[in-house]
């Protein structure tokens, strides 16, 4: 236990002295900040709060921001202490590797909890002084933190077990922006052209449903949309939702990090160096 | 300490380490040396558990249910850290996976002569600084085992005779050590056994004058006569007519002679005093019994 807590405090503490953290902070806020700018100015006639504006339109931008500074946290990992020469010696001490990586993983997740909390929290509370806000405009707002944090947490454990694959830090870059590109964008698109293409309807739509479900980053957008009045919007979104709670959502993206984490876990114990 | 029968280390038909007995004992200080390549390092890796032995039986022995690396210090052949670290935050981080306590970080700071550098950035350390700190971190948490891979790299004189002392210390308190060198002379006399490798094989492993007995190489001796003085050896001479290369040269004389002849060419030697201003008996050095096991045959 003390030695993960080791790993866990080095880690964190080198994203602070390397600004890696401060960076986060920085980005996460700015874009709070400028979308609850954005909502706030006055465009057509909404009834919505602000606040539940905002939730639903950060939700929105974190997908695919939220994977992306976990993906760049994370894919150092393990690649980035080999080509330094660290990670020979680390191994050579009482630690186990799984010990390693979970240190690892825990070190990062501080990291991004520290940037949603300071980030999306401020504009939050900056949020509150704008307009009166509801308990449930709050609570869909915490939700979104949350869920934002478990994404990140998906994708930390893809960037430790692409770090572990990885033979150098370029390959490791590689896969971790294929991955993003792979999983945020192309997946949906692959899906939208199976629907065009089935016209006979020969798929079960059951088949479409596991396949949106199976990605993790359409389980965090399933989440947050069926949180917000904006769900009723889309159709076939709810349809889908009403077969999943929102915490069987949550529950799916747990599954992934723990197959991700023990994979990495796995092989890392494997390797030889 | 440790055991290896017969451990060999495959890379798919490259054999590394190729049926390796080794054991080195509590106390007991044992170098490895061979040219490069020839699977010192992954012997080192070997015994650290970092690669698997293709076969062989390896053991450590350990407490029961007690982690075999929290008994074992190794400094890699070249050593780094995460250079944003301060010195002392590199030495405080693996003080506490390795469970010693805090104070142990400044001794051993003092000890390697950081003491002025601790709160530096490790990216600034020049590569001896860097080699300190490697050894610094080698012996936290007093191992029982210390593996060291070519460990006085980037020392200056004072700090390998300072190394070296430290190394008695810890000798004498029954750490095992294995050390491997390309600094022959260096070690000679300062541990306890040798294993010569070549291309992955034990060539021969002993005790320095074992090593001497199998090599059967000539000891030198020097005699320097006073001035105006000569050396006669003529029964000698008849013996072993090619005992005596050396000639006049300064008023000194060499001889080579085997082991078993050094007792009757001193005494040839002695009945002469008279004459002679200092004598010099040279044994095989090791740098000689190295090229004699291993450089005879073709160097890679």
Known sequence: ?273 | MIKLSKVSKSYGKKTVVNQVDLSVSAGESVAVIGHNGAGKTTLMKLILGLVRPSSGVLDIATEQGKDPHSDIGFLPETVFFQGEMTGRQVLEFYAKLKQAPRHQCTELMAWVGLNDSANARVKTYSKGMRQRLGLAQALLGKPKLLLLDEPTTGLDPFLRHHFYQILRNCQAKGTAILISSHALSEIEGKIDKVLIMKQGQVVIQGTLDQLREAAKLPTQIRVIVLPGKELIFKGFQQQSPHAINGEDHFGTFSFQCQQHQTVELMNVIMAQQANIKDVQIIPPRLDDLYAHFVGKESHP
């Open chain 1, 1 to 273: 236990m003390n030695a993960i807590a080791t790993i866990v405090q080095a880690e964190f503490q080198r994203s602070i002295r390397n600004r890696w953290a401060l960076a986060s902070v920085i980005l996460l806020a700015s874009l709070a900040f400028s979308l609850v700018v954005l909502g706030s100015t006055p465009i057509g006639d909404s009834r919505a709060s602000l606040m539940s504006i905002t939730t639903v339109s950060l939700s929105s931008l974190s997908l695919y921001l939220i994977p992306l500074v976990a993906l760049t946290i994370s894919f150092d990992a393990i690649v980035g202490e080999q080509e330094q020469g660290t990670l020979l010696l680390l191994l050579t001490y009482p630690i186990s590797r799984w010990q390693i990586i979970l240190g690892k993983f825990l070190g990062h997740l501080a990291v991004l909890l520290l940037a949603i909390l300071l980030g999306y929290g401020s504009a939050g509370l900056y949020l509150v002084r704008l307009e009166s806000s509801t308990i449930s405009d709050w609570i869909s707002y915490a939700q979104m933190m949350g869920s934002s944090l478990l994404l990140g947490a998906v994708f930390i454990s893809l960037g430790c077990l692409i770090s572990l694959l990885s033979k150098v830090r370029a390959s490791a870059i590689g896969a971790a922006v294929g991955a993003w590109l792979f999983l945020l964008v192309l997946y949906d698109l692959i899906l939208l052209g199976l629907i065009l293409a089935d016209k006979e309807q020969q798929l079960l739509p059951i088949v479409f449903d596991a396949l949106v479900l199976i990605n993790p980053a359409d389980a965090y957008r399933l989440y947050n949309l069926a949180g917000s009045e904006a769900a009723s919007m889309v159709s076939g979104v709810a349809s889908l939702t009403d077969s999943v709670s929102a915490n069987g959502l949550l529950g799916l993206m747990c599954i992934w990090i723990v197959l991700l984490l023990s994979s990495a876990m796995y092989l890392f114990s494997r390797k030889e160096l």
